[in-house]
């Protein structure tokens, strides 16, 4: 069962990444699946309960938190198609900026791409090479700039869409010496956390065991989450919340037609400069985006950056899809041990797969894969998934 959670941060909080050099200790813009867990884990062993630990988080599949600015929204990763002015980026209408010079508007390219690759393969040959460039005008001339990929986290408010920007807090702090366990002399280190400043962060957990909840609302508010929770980090408050998200079958509807309207200009297109090719597109597409690293294999068990799907007793692989590398590492702190390192998929990659099924028969598949995930280790945040994201349908700057 899905719930959504509500995490808001009382004292800077910290989530480890990547160290740029030794003494700079930076942090990550979101909460990772595997960072609330691991508070779990903390808890239950500091209660004296370490043979509980692994059966309870077996109980249980976490999903990241991503930072909104209302516990009634759930903010989403902008999606590796995603695209803004590169002159002047940023939303149109994003209230924010109210009073300043707007941006010349973010949309997405994957299904103008996918329409756009798909008519190719059907014998479509385009006068020009698809080019997308920014149409916002400016005293009745279009900018003309080059587009390219925005990254971060957005969401959809009443009034206007919002990029999504985090405080960040620096803290300069004494190390110790390993041998004495007092000061070191000379030696003085830099942390990075997030600012506990009108954000919150909100993500998804499935489990059956509602208990779990309450007992990981514990483990939040007592110990705290994330890194530095001894040193004036990781204070927080957790709660459950219903933040509005169209279901599945809403989003698979509305993929496929904003698609077929896509698909007609392009065919329309391609009739002009002489080429048959179909008006419509048959069968059903759908896009699996992920919402967290993923560590993927073929069907084979050999290490990818593509995702396969068994669909109806038979691997399927994308036909369209975009992504790149990222490493996937991290630290348990319930162990006191480094998790294993692996090659994944990165945050925000897309993957798009044609079936001749239709729509209502493809739902119990897309149901069932969203709530599992994709890839290994899922079970700690990696893998989530979201099926048609919604900032698909920007075909237009918005």
């Known amino acids: 069962m899905e719930h959504f959670l509500c995490l808001t941060p009382e004292k800077p909080l910290r989530t480890g990444t990547l160290k740029p050099r030794g003494d700079y200790l930076d942090t990550r813009d979101y909460l990772p699946g595997s960072v609330v867990r691991g508070a779990l884990a903390e808890w239950l062993k500091l209660q004296g309960k370490e043979s509980q630990i692994v ?22 990763p902008f ?22 010079k707007p941006g010349h508007g973010i949309r997405d390219s994957l299904l103008i791409a996918l329409a756009y690759a798909e008519l190719e393969r059907q014998g479509a040959r385009f006068p020009v090479p698809m080019l997308l460039r920014c149409t916002y005008e400016i005293n009745g001339e279009k900018c003309g700039g080059r587009m390219e990929r925005v990254s971060g986290f957005y969401a959809a408010l009443p009034e206007g869409w919002r990029v999504m920007e985090i405080e960040k807090a620096l803290q300069t702090k004494v190390a110790l010496s390993r041998h004495r366990r007092a000061a070191q002399e000379g ?45 004036g980090f990781g204070a927080a408050s957790l709660k459950a919340v219903e933040p509005g998200i169209e279901p599945i079958a809403e989003r698979l509807r509305a993929f496929n037609e904003k698609l077929r309207e896509v698909w007609r200009d392009l065919a329309n297109l391609a009739h002009h400069a002489g080429n048959l090719v179909p008006m419509e ?27 396969f799907l ?62 599992q995930g994709v890839g290994l280790r ?3 945040g990696l893998g989530e998934i979201l099926v048609c994201h919604p900032f698909h349908k920007e075909v237009m700057p918005v």
């Open 378 to 380: 899922t079970d700690e």
């Open 281 to 307: 597109p048959s069968g059903t597409y759908f896009s699996v985006d992920l919402l967290s690293p993923a560590v993927l294999r073929d069907p084979h068990g050999l290490p990818t950056l593509k995702l």
């Open 187 to 231: 030696m003085l280190y830099r942390v990075i956390g997030v600012r506990p400043k009108a954000i919150s962060f909100v993500g998804r957990l499935w489990t059956e065991d509602e208990t779990i909840i309450e007992e990981l609302k514990q483990a939040v508010e007592k110990i705290g989450v994330g890194a530095l929770t001894t040193r």
């Open 55 to 76: 059966p309870t988080v077996q109980k249980v599949r976490f999903g990241n938190f991503f930072p909104s600015i209302s516990e009634s929204i759930w903010a989403l």
């Open 79 to 100: 999606p590796m198609t995603a695209l803004e002015c590169k002159l002047h980026g940023g939303f149109r209408n994003d209230p924010k900026r109210s009073g300043e």
């Open 310 to 371: 068994n669909l109806n007793g038979r691997w399927r692989e994308p036909v369209f899809w975009a992504t790149q590398p990222t490493f996937v590492g991290g630290f348990s702190t319930a162990w006191g041990l480094p998790k294993p390192t692996y090659l994944g998929a990165a945050m925000g990659s897309v993957y798009v797969f044609h079936a001749d099924n239709p729509q209502e028969k493809l739902l119990p598949f897309l149901e069932e894969l969203e709530a």
